[in-house]
């Protein structure tokens, strides 16, 4: 059985398989290896082989959707880079880069030939519709905008479905991705950091028209999140998405 195969056996709740895959999705932070490196990790086991060494399936390849432009300002965790709709329209010329994807086509044709070898799994992960308005917003401002600005974060959500869904498109083109993410981080250590109701006014319309062009040829769709996410799972699956 491949890597691949047992991995999306496994995801599609199938338990038909040799044994139970070893998964780490994302890369490994810098500062891990770091110390990974002063606890006993020998120097000679190169970056790449890292995680067959400690025994972890080196499955996944994938590629990030970013709606940033190269001359996007770099700012600090949590702080924004908007206050309202006339500083938003001002940023668009940094955001939502149409060539992404096409300056970026070998990776993609890359991975489509690694996912046919059997071992690797291909995913794309997209910024999410509480993601990308918190991050222009900055942290504590944009949980005031739901209130005081929610024009705004329509207007920014519905720029975002329409970028999403247009580099999707080019994606399908070259390669069909395994599972797409949607990247959220929209809870903490007690919770959801918004309602339900906010969660339906102004994320789950935009989900409901991200979900079919997604799902058109059969991908996982799985939401990242810190946090305590359990109360969060019935809008999961309310807006479609299988993980």
Known sequence: MTNRERYLRVLNFNMDIDRIPAMEWTPLWGETVQ???RDGLPEDIPYEAIKSYLGIDDI??????WPRGNDFPNLPYGHG???NLKDYEKMILHMYPKNIVKENVSVYQEAAELQKSGDKVVGVILYGF????????GMENFLYAFYDYPD???RINRDLLKYN?????????IIKPDYF?????MCCKQGPLISYKLFSEFMLPYYRKLVPKLKRFDSLLLM????????????IIEAGLDG
Do not use: A, K, Y
Request: overall charge negative; aromatic content about 18%.
């Open 152 to 154: 705004v974060i329509h």
């Open 130 to 137: 509480f993601w990308w308005p918190r991050e222009l917003f």
């Open 165 to 173: 869904c247009e580099r999707v498109e080019e994606i399908f083109s």
């Open 60 to 65: 996944h390849t994938w590629m990030l959707v």
């Open 181 to 185: 993410i949607i990247s959220e981080d």
């Open 224 to 235: 990242d999140t810190d946090g305590q996410f359990e109360p969060m799972i019935p809008w």
């Open 35 to 37: 110390r990974w490196r």
């Open 81 to 83: 880079c908007i206050n």
